[in-house]
């Protein structure tokens, strides 16, 4: 892999619950003058898909009515700094106020993140095949924060069609040292790559990816791949 091409769907309006994703993307990608081809990866923002399944609640604008959302959407409670939570998600994900968000809706309205991002990435994926007769990979994408770092990226919160994470072990490095702990996140780093061209306040929810290794495609989950399970995590 030398390259890699990026854009962003420009033409996307607002999305509303019950809005068919793949069509409004089609229908903004062909505006612009691009195809979907097969083995291009598809990134979906979850804001998107969280407003097309529903996932807008109302909100009044209080410190204790968001409190309220973030628990209600939290397994577990990490840390407790002013109105700042970091959470556990049923989804086993750990971020800031457990993905409640307030921005790019309408007043009076909070998003909380789709129920199974993955299954949300292969519904798209299922249904691109079927109208379009194409197959590609699809990531369904989240800011998160880093632990011990400034700064936010996107990350993968869904996917379908592609190996969310490159296992190396067991192959060599550039020295013919035999690599034993090498597992590369690849749907993070292209969520991130993704991102660049999709900032936050464009209104773009879809973003191509074309020129992935090929090697890159396959079965795989966020939840099964890139969530860590409590018997490997350290800081539990």
Same mark, same amino acid.
């Given at each position: 892999?030398?390259?890699?091409?990026?854009?962003?769907?420009?033409?996307?309006?607002?999305?509303?619950?019950?809005?068919?994703?793949?069509?409004?993307?089609?229908?903004?990608?062909?505006?612009?003058?691009?195809?979907?081809?097969?083995?291009?990866?598809?990134?979906?923002?979850?804001?998107?898909?969280?407003?097309?399944?529903?996932?807008?609640?109302?909100?009044?604008?209080?410190?204790?009515?968001?409190?309220?959302?973030?628990?209600?959407?939290?397994?577990?409670?990490?840390?407790?700094?002013?109105?700042?939570?970091?959470?556990?998600?049923?989804? #086993?994900?750990?971020?800031?106020?457990?993905?409640? +968000? =307030?921005?790019? /809706?309408? @007043?009076?309205?909070?998003? %909380? &993140?789709?129920?199974?991002?993955?299954?949300?990435?292969?519904?798209?994926?299922?249904?691109?095949?079927?109208?379009?007769?194409?197959?590609?990979?699809?990531?369904?994408?989240?800011?998160?924060?880093?632990?011990?770092?400034?700064?936010?990226?996107?990350?993968?919160? #869904?996917?379908?069609?592609?190996?969310?994470?490159? +296992? =190396?072990?067991? /192959?060599? @490095?550039?020295?013919?040292? %035999? &690599?034993?702990?090498?597992?590369?996140?690849?749907?993070?780093?292209?969520?991130?790559?993704?991102?660049?061209?999709?900032?936050?306040?464009?209104?773009?929810?879809?973003?191509?990816?074309?020129?992935?290794?090929?090697?890159?495609?396959?079965?795989?989950?966020?939840?099964?791949?890139?969530?860590?399970?409590?018997?490997? +995590? =350290?800081?539990?």
């Amino acid at each position: 892999m030398n390259g890699l091409h990026i854009f962003a769907v420009v033409g996307v309006g607002p999305v509303q619950q019950g809005d068919d994703l793949v069509e409004l993307f089609l229908k903004a990608l062909e505006e612009q003058g691009e195809k979907v081809l097969a083995n291009d990866l598809v990134v979906v923002t979850s804001k998107v898909v969280a407003k097309s399944e529903g996932r807008v609640v109302s909100f009044d604008g209080s410190e204790a009515h968001k409190l309220d959302l973030i628990e209600q959407e939290s397994v577990r409670v990490l840390r407790r700094r002013g109105s700042l939570r970091i959470t556990e998600t049923p989804h #086993g994900f750990i971020n800031a106020n457990a993905g409640v +968000d =307030l921005s790019n /809706t309408s @007043d009076g309205t909070a998003v %909380l &993140l789709p129920t199974d991002p993955d299954r949300s990435a292969r519904r798209f994926r299922a249904d691109l095949r079927r109208v379009r007769n194409v197959d590609v990979a699809v990531i369904v994408t989240d800011t998160f924060g880093r632990v011990w770092r400034e700064g936010v990226t996107d990350v993968a919160i #869904g996917s379908a069609g592609i190996r969310p994470i490159l +296992d =190396l072990r067991g /192959t060599h @490095d550039a020295n013919g040292r %035999l &690599l034993e702990a090498t597992e590369v996140a690849i749907a993070d780093e292209i969520a991130g790559a993704a991102n660049l061209v999709l900032g936050k306040a464009l209104g773009t929810p879809f973003a191509v990816v074309r020129g992935l290794d090929q090697s890159f495609f396959g079965e795989g989950s966020v939840r099964e791949n890139i969530v860590r399970s409590a018997n490997d +995590d =350290l800081f539990r």
